[in-house]
């Protein structure tokens, strides 16, 4: 039986996300990214809803935060998927232990006394995301007690708002080692350059960001590995982060669902002299959208439960991703189908659901990707089997 404060953190991202609508497409028009809703998520304590107890958090697990994400992303889905990113960092400090003690506590003492957002800053203009294999050319360098690091991040998404970032970078020692350094937006030599203008997802401000001879202390090392061995990944977090990233998406999804719904109910054009659910093809469309959005949830849902249960989960966090953005897709799609020319005026809001839906795809490991890692994994275990 899930705890009762769940039902109640569930309400207060519904009555949030439902505040949060009214201003959507202002910022997704602008660009301009939306503090005041994270105002109202630390109000609310939902920040700190993967936080441990002993934290000031709610201790929540992947089902509760899956379902907080969803909520806000349908009522404003660039705060959700700052406030996904911010999520994967806490959950990885309780659930993994990994961080030093003194970045752990330095972290989470600030995120329970305000706003203290963190994200992952990892990909690069010249070698993509990490997902494709190749090493960051942003170098920490060693100087007497202290990490100097120079390069450049891009996609950083929320960096207007971030206290920190969580930055990969190789060594320069005698035997490099790839690293995640804990480094604040506020020091010399940090900058950020503003390139985030995509048709979708607008208000995330994904920008670059650019250090030039950024010094930290030299025990502010998250975690690091030899350089030349694969990154380690493991399977719980994988499928955290990926089933939040999903969860951001189903959201948009539904949103579009709901103004598709309520239009075609309510619409009746004179030549047919009822609401234009009634048309068979219609119905046959918001069918196939309420399969989608069943599909996602159930699929979410299930990997949410395994992980917190601890079960294996292999690469089902990846899969569950391709298809609940392929799905996400579809609906999106399928509601501009239904709709007509009304759905193409940005008064009606369903091309922005469209947009930020398509968005989803840049994410990595992009699907084609995902498809050929399981396609190898399916390969190597004929091979076994036939060994």
Do not use: C
């Not at 920040?47 to 899956?66: C, K, N, S």
């Not at 030039?212 to 955290?240: C, G, K, M, N, Y």
């Not at 940005?346 to 469209?354: A, S, T, V």
């Amino acid at each position: 039986m899930r705890p009762q404060y769940s039902e109640d953190i569930i309400g207060k991202a519904h009555r949030l996300a439902d505040d949060f609508s009214a201003t959507a497409a202002h910022h997704d028009a602008t660009g301009e990214f939306p503090f005041a809703n994270f105002d109202r998520l630390f109000e609310t304590g939902l920040l700190g809803l993967v936080t441990a107890r002993e934290h000031g958090g709610y201790g929540g697990g992947l089902v509760d935060a899956q379902a907080v994400i969803s909520e806000i992303a349908r009522g404003e889905p660039s705060t959700a998927l700052v406030l996904a990113m911010h999520y994967n960092t806490h959950y990885s400090l309780r659930r993994f232990g990994k961080w030093p003690d003194h970045l752990a506590e330095r972290i989470l003492s600030a995120n329970r006394f305000g706003l203290a957002l963190i994200n992952a800053a990892q990909a690069e203009p010249r070698i993509g995301s990490p997902a494709h294999g190749a090493l960051p050319e942003t170098i920490a360098r060693r100087d007497g007690n202290r990490w100097r690091i120079t390069g450049r991040k891009n996609y950083v998404t929320g960096i207007p708002i971030l206290k920190w970032v969580s930055l990969l970078a190789v060594t320069d020692e005698a035997e490099p080692r790839l690293a995640s350094f804990l480094v604040p937006t506020d020091a010399p030599g940090f900058r950020i350059e503003k390139t985030w203008n995509a048709a979708g997802m607008h208000a995330t401000a994904s920008d670059d960001i650019i250090l030039e001879d950024v010094a930290i202390p030299l025990e502010d090392v998250i975690e690091a590995q030899p350089a030349s061995e694969p990154i380690r990944r493991e399977e719980h977090a994988t499928a955290f982060f990926f089933s939040l990233i999903g969860a951001v998406y189903h959201g948009v999804a539904r949103s579009a669902r709901d103004r598709v719904l309520a239009f075609t109910a309510r619409h009746a054009p004179a030549s047919l002299g009822a609401p234009i659910a009634t048309v068979p093809r219609i119905q046959d469309g918001l069918g196939e959208i309420e399969v989608r959005l069943s599909t996602n949830a159930r699929l979410l849902r299930s990997l949410g439960e395994d992980v917190d249960a601890g079960r294996p989960v292999g690469m089902d966090g990846m899969t569950v991703r391709h298809v609940v953005i392929d799905n996400a897709v579809a609906v999106t799609s399928l509601a501009l189908d239904i709709a007509g020319n009304p759905g193409l005026n940005r008064d009606f809001q369903l091309e922005r659901h469209h947009r930020d839906a398509i968005t989803a795809r840049s994410h990595a490991p992009q699907n084609h990707m995902i498809r050929t890692i399981a396609a190898k994994n399916a390969l190597a275990r004929l091979v076994a089997t036939d060994g």
